[in-house]
């Protein structure tokens, strides 16, 4: 799967694990697990910025707080980004002038009082007639919806005989905070906003769900595999977490 927001190293993991104390370093305060099946100490950050210290049952409080204040820095990163890419971004408001994504470029919103259609493309305008204006959101996801599964459907059988697979098809919903998935019987399931990407970053989510027909996690092998289909994967999978989340405002 790919995730749209960032996400952090999640280890959950209830078995043989305990919530114990906290630890405050400075302004930082973090929630000690223990567990003996860990051999290494290892500083998550969850998805609320909640700071979870997971160690080993012997390890002394003094020998924690070492750990954590050589990873402070690494901390506060963290803790920055997570801020940015959480940040809210202004929810559409489906009036004239208003930009919408597709594929990368911004088209602006016109109401046209007479069309066959609620909503359609027309000249490089995104075209709404104003009696779909109250349900402009839902039109507007059909639409994406629409095209996102002929867009990738056709990104899909350019790649599947290089990658050496044969997905049973394409199905596009909401996958919520995720880009693709790959399910059960060998169906790749994509976000209908992957369409408001630009193309190339589109065509990388469809090369890392295909990937994952081989490989579920993100091994090197699986990595390895994109590359050989997309060798220049990485500044695509790198514009993505920057930008990515730009792309969710409607
Ligand atoms: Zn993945």
Known sequence: MLASLKSTNHHVD?????????????????????????????????????????????????QLGDFVSEKRFWIYTKLAEKDRLQRKVPRK??????????????????????????????????????????????????????????????????????????????????LGYRWGSCGKGDWLYFHWKTILLPARIAEYVVVHEIAHLHEPHHTPAFWLRVERAMPDYAQRKAWLAEHGIDVEGI
Not at 37 to 43: A, E, P, S, V
Request: glycine fraction near 8%.
């Open 14 to 62: 209830s078995r043989g694990a305990e919530a114990e104390a906290c630890i405050q370093v400075d302004d930082l305060q973090f929630t000690i697990r223990r567990s003996a099946r860990r051999r290494t100490m290892q500083i998550t950050v969850e998805r609320t910025g909640e700071l979870i210290l997971s160690a080993p049952p012997e390890v002394g409080i003094d």
């Open 93 to 174: 408001e489906f009036v004239g002038g208003e930009g919408f994504l597709y594929l990368g470029r911004s088209h602006r919103l016109k109401l046209v009082d007479d069309q066959d259609f609620p909503l359609k493309l027309v000249n490089g305008r995104f075209a709404l007639r104003p009696d779909a204006q109250a349900g402009a959101r839902e039109h507007f996801i059909r639409w994406y919806s629409e095209k996102a599964r002929v867009w990738l459907s056709g990104r899909v059988a350019d790649y599947q005989s290089r990658m050496e697979v044969a997905p049973t098809g394409v199905k596009v919903q909401d």
